[in-house]
């Protein structure tokens, strides 16, 4: 049997998908463990939405997320596994999911069911990977198409989230702001 703890962590550094040790506090780490946080956070919207196509949707995007931590774990030649074809069908994705939605009004304020609150949840995370990101970007290379889906993938987010909502017959519950 193999044991879940292997200690060689133990002294503040992780070994990268590429092979090579790092500090666990360098922001390359952070940015991978923000992600592995988002898709833990989108399986929580899964298991939370009521809607089967977004259901079916939150699934896709959490496998997507797998070659996209591998890249994020990834120092020197790498294939970018997020690439130009993949932002624009994400935003396919948007678009037809936003089609039979009411006009967006105001603020929306998360909350009304447990399955867009967490896909809300989900789209702060996914924000929050994407600064991380931008940040690591400034000191090392990442690939500009991984930026873009996942500010494309925040905004699919919030309108699964309204679709959810939608779905289940609620309107947005919105503030002025």
């Known amino acids: 049997m193999m044991n879940i703890y292997t200690k060689s962590g133990d002294q503040g550094s992780t070994s990268l998908y590429s092979g090579e040790r790092v500090l666990k506090s360098s922001l390359r780490v952070e940015a991978y463990g923000?992600?592995?946080e988002l898709q833990a956070a989108l399986g929580l919207a899964r298991a939370f939405c009521q809607a089967t196509e977004v259901r079916d949707m939150i699934l896709r995007?959490?496998?997507a997320l797998v070659p996209v931590m591998s890249e994020v774990a990834t120092l020197g030649d790498k294939s970018d596994f997020v690439f130009a074809g993949t932002v624009e069908e994400l935003e396919k994705e948007?678009?037809?999911f936003s089609a039979p939605l009411p006009p967006f009004r105001a603020f929306v304020l998360p909350g009304e069911r447990q399955g867009s609150a967490a896909l809300h949840m989900a789209?702060?995370?996914a924000r929050r990977a994407e600064r991380l990101l931008w940040r690591l970007s400034e000191q090392e290379g990442v690939g500009r198409p991984l930026l873009l889906w996942l500010n494309r993938l925040s905004d699919f987010c919030f309108t699964l989230a309204r679709f959810e909502d939608w779905k289940e017959g609620e309107n947005d519950v919105v503030t002025e702001g």
């Open 123 to 125: 789209r702060t995370v």
């Open 61 to 63: 995007l959490e496998e």
């Open 34 to 36: 923000t992600l592995d």
């Open 94 to 96: 948007i678009d037809r």
